[in-house]
């Protein structure tokens, strides 16, 4: 059984950074990606990016390209999303998630491509 659980989650003011992290255990490490996506409230989910199974690989989309970055320690089976230049948009749940082999890598950020999520963590920012 694949668990995922996030942490790192809080409060921090516009231009600020955040790091979260998304402990796996039972994550076929050599096969499965982690994917990070959000829910802000009353919008729907969305992908944000996604590290393959052997980290050679990483999918980031617009909205958080330069800002975010995904790295994974298959070891510690920890991956980290560091984010900087936090803005209020930004304000959301964050979930990561487990993705099998996609048909193309992109597909990581479609939450109907996830096989298992976390329970999520609230990132806040304001002023």
């Known amino acids: 059984q694949m668990q995922l659980v996030e942490s790192g989650g809080g409060f921090v003011q516009p231009g600020g950074s955040l790091t979260l992290s998304c402990l796996t255990s039972g994550v076929p490490r050599d096969q499965y990606g982690i994917s990070w996506f959000r829910q802000a409230p009353g919008k729907v989910r969305e992908g944000l990016l996604c590290?393959?199974?052997?980290?050679?690989?990483?999918y980031y989309t617009d909205s958080v390209k330069g800002r975010f970055t995904v790295s994974r320690d298959n070891n510690k089976e920890t991956v980290t999303l560091q984010m900087n230049g936090l803005r209020s948009e930004d304000t959301a749940v964050y979930y990561c998630?487990?993705?099998?082999?996609?048909?193309?890598?992109?597909?990581?950020?479609?939450?109907?491509?996830?096989?298992?999520w976390g329970q999520g963590t609230q990132v806040t920012v304001a002023s």
């Open positions: 998630a487990a993705v099998p082999p996609q048909l193309e890598f992109r597909y990581c950020v479609y939450p109907t491509s996830v096989e298992a």
């Open positions: 590290v393959s199974a052997h980290e050679g690989e990483t």
